[in-house]
């Protein structure tokens, strides 16, 4: 499974910005799509993530800023990032995990291959 991620760029504190994941190869089934961040010098951390129902979770930091939502038809996820601070400076990563298609209906966990999102003046 492939994870293509897009949307990032720089930003102005206060700023928005789209980001979204597309992910294609032999899906079954998504059960959960989740954006990750990860801040130089700083261990990856979940911004959020959404379950194929529609259940959500964010970290405290992003909530009510931050809002996760996904295309099941589509198999895509977006992360709408609304009053941006510069702490929110990352490379954001998307990650997927389910089943594949075929006789066992294996398992996969897949990333993208992040991208940077800068919110400066």
């Known amino acids: 499974v492939q994870l293509q991620a897009s949307g990032g760029g720089l930003v102005q504190p206060g700023g928005s910005l789209r980001l979204s994941c597309v992910a294609s190869g032999s899906i079954f089934s998504i059960n959960a799509m989740g954006w990750y961040r990860q801040a130089p010098g700083k261990q990856r951390e979940l911004v959020a993530d959404?379950?194929?129902?529609?259940?959500?979770n964010y970290v405290d930091s992003v909530k009510g800023r931050f809002t996760i939502s996904r295309d099941n038809a589509k198999n895509t996820a977006y992360l709408q990032m609304n009053s941006l601070k510069p702490e929110d400076t990352a490379v954001y990563y998307c990650?997927?995990?389910?089943?594949?298609?075929?006789?066992?209906?294996?398992?996969?966990?897949?990333w993208g291959q992040g991208t940077q999102v800068t919110v400066s003046s």
């Open positions: 990650n997927a995990a389910g089943r594949l298609r075929g006789t066992y209906y294996r398992s996969f966990d897949s």
């Open positions: 959404i379950t194929s129902g529609g259940d959500t």
